[in-house]
């Protein structure tokens, strides 16, 4: 892929690669909002926080970094856990955005929480993406409101 020509920071700006913590817990959002604003989020957060940031909000003593994802070969790769899949975007632009939310305490910055969106190209429907995360999480189970249950989460 065209990324595998960079490394260092230049590769940075291109992927969004997070190996969350032990103390780190996960949800997907998968949103179909029409014909071109289907996407999935990918919400990385310490254990009992993660539900501040679907709810749309951040601790006021938080510093929030973003940078967009971009894609010039009409494709992108998601790899999760090792397991990969090329997306066809179908064209070329900005097809996603990551967000870290992280702290300072003592000169030392600490990683709270990472949200990672991909938008899905618009030949990708809601069964599409639920099948994606059942390929990348084995045992994901969906929820529709505050109900829990074990694994890994689809909301």
Not at 61 to 72: C, L, S
Not at 95 to 121: N, R
């Amino acid at each position: 892929m065209y990324f595998q020509c960079f490394e260092g920071e230049k590769l940075s700006r291109l992927v969004a690669d997070y190996n969350p913590p032990e103390n780190f817990e996960a949800r997907v959002v998968l949103e179909e909002n029409g014909v071109e604003d289907s996407k999935m989020i990918f919400y990385l957060a310490l254990k009992g926080t993660i539900d501040t940031y679907l709810d749309g909000y951040k601790y006021k003593v938080q510093e929030q970094k973003g940078k967009r994802i971009g894609v010039d070969t009409a494709a992108y790769l998601l790899n999760i856990d090792g397991k990969e899949e090329e997306i066809s975007t179908g064209a070329d632009g900005y097809w996603g955005d990551c967000q870290e939310f992280s702290h300072t305490y003592k000169g030392k910055e600490t990683l709270d929480a990472v949200i990672i969106t991909v938008f899905m190209p618009e030949f990708e429907n809601l069964s599409d993406m639920r099948g994606r995360m059942h390929y990348f999480f084995t045992g994901v189970c969906q929820i529709d409101g505050p109900e829990e249950c074990t694994g890994h989460q689809i909301k």
